[in-house]
């Protein structure tokens, strides 16, 4: 699993570095909206700063025709870094704005993805990441991790290298799913993470732990 964070809440993503192996940050316009009004380009390079350089910092456009993605995109390389992916939806302007901006050699994450075809177009038209949306798809009854393995034999079969970054996740059992199905990576928001290793045993396992120690030899090892 390459772990990415759904957020763009400095503490947590400070805190989650500490102990679990992120290699990436994911924003769009709704998670940057949750950090309540901050500026957004000493923000997000400031996201880059705290993961490091050689993590990717996902940036979404906020435009939805052709022209604006274009340039939404070359403001997002311009203001924060050139190796940032520039997230874009899966329309038909989006699709073109994609196979422009890879052939310019931007770092594309195709994202709002819900159907196993705006993947696979998007992966064609030269997309590094495909961002399926495993919770809303759910919801509309499509079946994301049947879409995910079939994906994987289609990017094998054309040999392409592009790679799913499965989000939009509401609990850990869709995370193990989608895993299973065939993706690599998957970027989780702040209440899936906080759930990975939060299971009530595992805390009750480890008070047991000191306190038979403790009962014994009192609060030191040796
Ligand atoms: O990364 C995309 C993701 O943020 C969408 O998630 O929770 O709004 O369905 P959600």
Request: overall charge negative.
């Amino acid at each position: 699993m390459k772990l990415v964070l759904d957020t763009a809440n400095i503490e947590k993503v400070k805190e989650y570095i500490e102990y679990l192996p992120v290699e990436g940050v994911t924003t769009n316009p709704s998670i940057l909206k949750k950090e309540g009004g901050v500026e957004p380009i000493q923000h997000l390079k400031r996201l880059q700063e705290i993961i490091g350089r050689d993590k990717d910092l996902h940036v979404q456009v906020i435009a939805n025709d052709y022209q604006g993605i274009l340039d939404d995109a070359h403001r997002i390389v311009e203001n924060i870094n050139d190796r940032v992916c520039v997230k874009v939806p899966v329309t038909n302007d989006g699709l073109k704005a994609i196979k422009r901006l890879t052939r310019e050699g931007i770092r594309i994450t195709a994202t709002a993805i819900y159907t196993d075809m705006q993947a696979l177009l998007a992966a064609e038209m030269g997309a590094e990441f495909l961002a399926p949306y495993i919770n809303r798809m759910e919801n509309l009854g499509i079946d994301p991790y049947e879409t995910i393995y079939w994906l994987n034999g289609q990017l094998e079969r054309s040999g392409l290298e592009t790679k799913i970054l499965a989000a939009s996740f509401k609990n850990v059992s869709q995370v193990t799913k989608t895993l299973s199905a065939g993706a690599e990576w998957v970027t989780l928001g702040e209440g899936v993470v906080d759930k990975l290793l939060g299971h009530a045993n595992v805390q009750e396992a480890v008070r047991d732990f000191s306190k038979d120690w403790e009962d014994v030899y009192g609060r030191q090892i040796f």
